[in-house]
Nanobody
């Protein structure tokens, strides 16, 4: 059974930083592309960032470029999202996703999703 467990969310003030983590089990971690998605109340889910299985390729939505960094530790089966200079518009539930296809991760069609971790940024 595949499980993706996110952690690291919380409440911060504008300009502060957070690091999200996602620990995976039940899958061959280094064979899966991974990503982070988010959804704010009343808004559609959106891709934040995704990374290839080997960690060599990554992409970001424009609004988080230069502020967020995705990374992975294949030896410890963990995905990270380092978020800095947080803004109130970053407030959302953040979800970790995984799929053997990078394309499916990038388009929101990943097979596996975590339960999410809440990030709240106050002005």
């Amino acid at each position: 059974q595949v499980q993706l467990v996110e952690s690291g969310g919380g409440e911060v003030q504008e300009g502060e930083s957070l690091r999200l983590s996602c620990t995976a089990s039940g899958l061959t971690f280094d064979a899966y592309a991974m990503g982070w998605f988010r959804q704010a109340p009343g808004k559609e889910r959106e891709k934040v960032s995704c990374i290839s299985s080997d960690g060599k390729s990554a992409n970001y939505r424009n609004s988080v470029k230069d502020r967020f960094t995705i990374s992975r530790d294949n030896a410890n089966v963990t995905l990270y999202l380092q978020m800095s200079s947080l803004k109130p518009e970053d407030t959302a539930m953040y979800y970790c996703v995984a799929d053997s296809s990078f394309g499916k991760v990038a388009t929101g069609q990943a097979k596996y999703w975590g339960q999410g971790t809440q990030v709240t940024v106050s002005p």
